[in-house]
């Protein structure tokens, strides 16, 4: 028998904890960036004990990769769900997709500056970033036009996810001056040529 604690498992509470601590890590990634996020940050912001900090994570580069890991996932999915129709014209998946990257790495900053600028400055998360860079551009070539050939795929596919992360990257980092509304425009019209 499951024993409870105020209408909850221990396996619930456990798991809430781990979430309050991710929420927090994420906000102070995002905000402050590496240097801002230790344990005792982390179990502050949380406001949780190290104790609960350790019964979820290993150390702080296990916790810095789970909140890394959790953004590119979120990241994946909305992208799948943008553009379910592959039959769709070119422009309108296109718009589709940037769209929802917008609302997720523009939108919620912090986010973005986890998935783009964080790996920049965080060793543990340089070798996470480069290792999932292979999904998104997967997620981009399932797009592209089944009759060119598959290197031609390929090399299309990394290579317009290298110009997106960068044009992403200069926008959240304050380089690239310009609209929301134009720097959708400006992906869109990249994807959709391709």
């Given at each position: ?27 102070l990634l995002g ?6 996020v230790s344990v ?155």
């Amino acid at each position: 028998m499951t024993r409870t604690w105020a209408g909850t498992t221990l396996a619930d509470r456990r798991a809430a904890r781990r979430e309050r601590l991710l929420a927090a890590a994420l906000d102070l990634l995002g905000t402050g960036g590496s240097s801002a996020v230790s344990v005792r940050a982390v179990c502050r912001g949380a406001k949780l004990t190290e104790r609960y900090f350790y019964e979820s994570f290993a150390d702080r580069e296990e916790l810095v990769t789970a909140v890394y890991e959790q953004v590119a996932a979120e990241l994946r999915q909305a992208l799948v769900d943008a553009v379910p129709d592959r039959g769709a014209d070119p422009a309108v998946r296109a718009e589709a997709a940037v769209t929802a990257f917008v609302e997720l790495v523009v939108d919620d900053p912090r986010k973005g500056r986890v998935l783009l600028l964080a790996p920049v400055t965080e060793p543990a998360l340089s070798a996470r970033g480069v290792a999932l860079l292979p999904a998104f551009a997967a997620l981009v070539r399932e797009q592209l036009p089944p009759r060119l050939p598959a290197d031609e795929r390929e090399m299309t596919a990394l290579g317009l996810v290298g110009a997106l992360a960068n044009l992403f990257t200069a926008y959240l980092a304050g380089t690239l001056a310009v609209s929301r509304e134009r720097l959708i425009a400006h992906c869109v019209h990249l994807l959709a040529r391709a």
